[in-house]
DNA sequence: ATAAAAGTTTAGGTTTGTCTAAATTAAATT
DNA sequence: AATTTAATTTAGACAAACCTAAACTTTTAT
């Protein structure tokens, strides 16, 4: 079995390479984790070792096949509980992430299976992200970043990337949640920002920052 | 915060102890954490130095209040968890002690209140061992081992004081669970041994090591 | 009461995952 | 193309939690 130490640098290599696609940098790694340069190369020579990565000395590290089945099996468990807390246990969105990073790290077939059946085999978690299948797939939706909606076009909050709880309070606080209607009013070109109303009621105005975190379907 | 490690120790205290009540001797641990006396000396000065236990070289450990206020929180968590396992998700008795074992470290008050209120406030695990209450309460039921019931006696299994998975196997075989009925048949007093009936239907010889690990009610 | 046995602690070592400081390699700039 | 700068790796240390072997207490038994 993997330690949590490891889970967690497949995990941060996963998400750097935009899900196992491109080589991914020591010191995005250290900045990730939260950890120095110098420890990241010595946990990639012995996750390289142990044949979870494809690492190359100076040139940035890769999942093997065998690492993106791991960190697929992870993000599938910390999705899964972050489900449970918030449809279960009435956790708000930007309570779960925490939380969830600690059970992802149970280990337990059974109980991942289980859990699954018992919430009715979600698709997304509660920030609209994709829930990995069993068998290892991760189903991508049709869905645009609110950044690139023109004037006058509508969209409906599907997802927003950015787990945080000072982001998704921030976002409770406008009124914008999964399902939200949304329509742009105006764009001001001087900083790509957009008056954005919501559910067709009130608007406010969002920094390209948070306009390329939010994905609508529906455009 | 304490590490798991630290967690272990102290759980392993209070259960050896008998509730905390009495000195814990270094090799009582080692064997209960399959680890060697010397690393209990290390862990023990550890915990010592934390204020979490009473420890005098040579002349065994005891837990603090705090240490106690630990201890039973996390035994809270172990029994909640046990209690969503089989309530929830279907697991068997004999399947949820390991993976408790695990969800048991997660480090949440809110989620502990939570999970609580979901199962309803169970008074009991799946075992029959009693929850400790949010305030620190441990209410224990009135019981008796199976082992001091004499021929004629009925009872009712209210818990089985190992969490083992064969013993617990061992009892599904010979049909023994929460709330079954017994009665005992007769006493062998070669071994102490007894035969029971089970439910009113076929009756099974028990060893004395059984009949002191089933308790029961309605004597 | 003393010697042997049993239990416990200390000393010194290992592994995991981290760190700092120094050395090395790659990239960027002139 | 050479040199500066930035990124990365290596070397050497450290804390946590474990280990073995040796030393020390306590208990038990003669």
Redesign the interface.
Known sequence: MHSTAEENYIKAIYKLSGNGANAVSTTGLSDMLATKPASVSDMLRKLSAKDLVHYVKYHGVQLTEEGQRVALKIIRKHRLWEVF?VQ????TWD?VH??AE??E????E??VQ??D??LGHPRVDPHGDPIPTEAGELPEMEQRALASLEVEQKGVVCRVKDSQPAFLQYLNRVGIQIGTQLQVVDKIPYDNSLEISINKNKSVILSSDVLEKIFVINP
Not at 105 to 108: A, D
Request: glycine share 0%; proline share 0%; hydrophobic share 50%.
């Open positions: 807390l279960k246990l009435n956790f309570e925490e939380v600690q059970m790290h149970v280990k337990s059974l109980l289980r859990l059946e018992f």
